[in-house]
């Protein structure tokens, strides 16, 4: 599986962005989806997860403002993100874990304040 994220930019606080993040071969629909972020000088974090069956989990800094969500005819996972803060600026990631973790470049998130 190959993963690329896009929807990064530059957004003011309070502001929206989507994410989205392509992945190639036909394992997608069996995997589980996720967001995960680094800040600089810090570790990398989970953001969001989606299994394939449309579960979901959310760190608690996101909880009620972002949400995953997936398209397996797209072979795609999305995560929107509202309200968006300052602290919330980081370079984030998608990953695809079939039993096997797969990860894609990221991409960076930077929210003014």
């Known amino acids: 599986v190959q993963l690329q994220a896009c929807g990064g930019g530059l957004v003011q606080a309070g502001g929206s962005m989507r994410l989205s993040c392509a992945a190639s071969g036909t394992i997608f629909s069996r995997s589980v989806m996720g967001w995960y972020r680094q800040a600089p000088g810090k570790q990398r974090e989970m953001v969001a997860t989606i299994t394939s069956g449309g579960s979901t989990n959310y760190a608690d800094s996101v909880q009620d403002r972002f949400t995953i969500s997936r398209d397996d005819a797209k072979n795609t996972v999305y995560l929107q993100m509202n309200s968006l803060k300052p602290e919330d600026t980081a370079v984030y990631y998608c990953?695809?874990?079939?039993?096997?973790?797969?990860w894609g470049k990221g991409t960076q998130v930077t929210v003014s304040s």
């Open positions: 990953s695809a874990n079939y039993g096997i973790v797969r």
